[in-house]
C-alpha cells in the first residue's frame, strides 16, 4: 500500500498538515471533530497528531451517508422539523470554553438529489436553526477552526465518472492532495511559505485601498464597487482566541466584502455551480446599482430562480475573491462540485452573506454598522466562479485611477 494514494504515509502528512497548519492546535487545548464515518483512517491520524501536540481531549463526531438515507426513507414526516439541538448546544458549550474545530468533508455531494425537496429544505432549516448558535461562534472566529477533505467513494465517482470506484477514488485522493500541499518534503514549511504569499498579495490590495474592481473577460464586463472599511484576507488568519489558523485546506484566495449597493455590469460564470445537488450552467447575470436585475443559466434556470429569491441579500453580493488562473486546483482543470475546492480554482464573487471580519476592525462593528459600510446581509452564501485565464481585473481607485491587477487570470 506504499505507494497508493491513500497510503499511510500520505494520510500521516496530511494529518499533520490539519492538525500544525489548519488548526495550529495548543498544548491543552481541545478539539472536536465532524467526519463521515470512511473518513476513520485519517481521523485516527488526526487523533494521534492532536495529542501529540499536546491535545487535551479529541472528540470525533461521525456522520453516515447510509443512516442519512435511512431517515429519508423511512423516517416519520414531523421529525424533518427537528435537529439535535442538545449535541450543537455542547458543541456551542465546547467553543465557548475554547475547544478548537475540525470538519472534514467528503460526503456524496449528490446525496440527497433524489429525496423529497420539501423534506430536504424542512431539515435543513432545522438543522440550521439548532446549529446557529454554535456556527455564530464560527463565524465570529472565536476559536481557532479549520476544514479540509476526505476523498470519499460516491464524491470520487462524482468527479471521475468515467473510472471504475477503486480508480476514481485513488484520483480523488491525489487531487486532494496536490491541492492540499502536502506533496513536498517539508509540507508544513511549504504551507507557511504559501500563507506568506498569500498575505503579501492580501497587504498590497489593503494599501490600495481601491474603491472598486473592474473585471473584464468573455461574457464579463462588471465593476464591483467595495465596501466602506473594507479588508482583504488570504492565507492564515488570527482567531480571537489569538491563535493563527488556516480555516481551509486548500486555500488559494484571497477575499473581502463588495459593496451591496455598487455593483454594476454583466458577468458570466466560468463554470458550472454545484448547488444542493443541482447543477446550474452557463450563468449571466445583469447588476444595477448593486441588485441582480436580470438571470440566466443554460441549465438550471429554475434553481437559479429560487435561490436569488431567497431573499433581498441574495441578489446581491457578500464577497469577491481573486484566485490566480495557475493555482494548482484551477491547473487540475477538475469540477470538483465542492464549495471547498471549487471556489479556490477561480477568482469568484458570493451571492448573499458578507464576512465581517472583511471589515477593518470588523470584530467591533454591529450589524447595523457592518451594513451602513455596503456589507450585505442574507440566509445564503454561495459562491460562483467568474475568473479564468482570460479576465483581466483593474482596481479603481477613489480618484479614478486604474491599476492592473490580473491580466490574463494572473497576478499583474
Ligand atoms: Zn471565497
Ligand atoms: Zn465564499
Redesign the pocket.
Known amino acids: 500500500m506504499q505507494n497508493s494514494p491513500l497510503s499511510s504515509d500520505r494520510l500521516d502528512r496530511l494529518a499533520r498538515v490539519a492538525v500544525q497548519v489548519g488548526l495550529n492546535l495548543q498544548p491543552g487545548q481541545d478539539l472536536v471533530l465532524t467526519a463521515p464515518l470512511a473518513s476513520a483512517p485519517l481521523v485516527r491520524r488526526i487523533a494521534a497528531e492532536a495529542y501529540k501536540a499536546g491535545a487535551g481531549l479529541v472528540t470525533p463526531l461521525f456522520a453516515d451517508e447510509e443512516v442519512t438515507l435511512a431517515r429519508y426513507r423511512h423516517g416519520q414526516d414531523a421529525a424533518f422539523d427537528r435537529a439535535p439541538d442538545w449535541l450543537y448546544r455542547g458543541m456551542a458549550e465546547a467553543y465557548g470554553a475554547g475547544a478548537a474545530r475540525m470538519a472534514i468533508v467528503g460526503d456524496n455531494p449528490m446525496l440527497l438529489a433524489g429525496q423529497d425537496p420539501g423534506k430536504v429544505s424542512r431539515a435543513t432549516r432545522a438543522n440550521a436553526t439548532a446549529y446557529k448558535p454554535a456556527l455564530e461562534k464560527i463565524a465570529n472566529f472565536d476559536i481557532n477552526w479549520t476544514v479540509l477533505a476526505w476523498p470519499g467513494l460516491a464524491w470520487a465517482q462524482q468527479v471521475f465518472p468515467d473510472l471504475p470506484e477503486a480508480a476514481a477514488q485513488e484520483a480523488l485522493a491525489d487531487a486532494i492532495f496536490a491541492a492540499s500541499r502536502i506533496d513536498g518534503d517539508d509540507p508544513v514549511a511549504d504551507w507557511a511559505a504559501h500563507s506568506a504569499r498569500l498575505a503579501e498579495r492580501s497587504a498590497w490590495l489593503n494599501g490600495h485601498r481601491f474603491a472598486a474592481l473592474h473585471f473584464t473577460g468573455p461574457g464579463t464586463d462588471l465593476t464591483v464597487g467595495l465596501a466602506d472599511g473594507h479588508e482583504w484576507h488570504g492565507g492564515a488568519s488570527t482567531a480571537r482566541n489569538g491563535i493563527s489558523c488556516n480555516p481551509n485546506l486548500p486555500t488559494e484566495?484571497v477575499?473581502t466584502t463588495p459593496h451591496a449597493l455598487r455593483v454594476d455590469g454583466h458577468v458570466s460564470a466560468t463554470k458550472p455551480l454545484s448547488h444542493q445537488g443541482s447543477l446550474i450552467e452557463g450563468i449571466r447575470v445583469r447588476f444595477e446599482a448593486g441588485r441582480i436585475v436580470e438571470a440566466q443559466a443554460s441549465r438550471g434556470q429554475e434553481v437559479l430562480q429560487k435561490l436569488i429569491g431567497t431573499d433581498e441579500g441574495a441578489r446581491r453580493l457578500g464577497?469577491v475573491?481573486l484566485v490566480p488562473h495557475s493555482s494548482p486546483i484551477a491547473q487540475s482543470g477538475l469540477l470538483f462540485y465542492n464549495t471547498l475546492f471549487d471556489?479556490?480554482a477561480a477568482s469568484?464573487i458570493?451571492l448573499g452573506q458578507c464576512y465581517s471580519k472583511c471589515f477593518v476592525g470588523g470584530a467591533g462593528l454591529t450589524p447595523e454598522q457592518i451594513a451602513a459600510q455596503g456589507g450585505n446581509s442574507s440566509l445564503i452564501h454561495v459562491?460562483w466562479m467568474i475568473g479564468s485565464g482570460q479576465v483581466d481585473v483593474d482596481g479603481l481607485t477613489a480618484g479614478g485611477d486604474r491599476v492592473p491587477v490580473m491580466r490574463a487570470g494572473e497576478w499583474a
Open positions: 484566495e477575499f464577497e475573491a471556489e479556490n469568484h458570493a459562491d
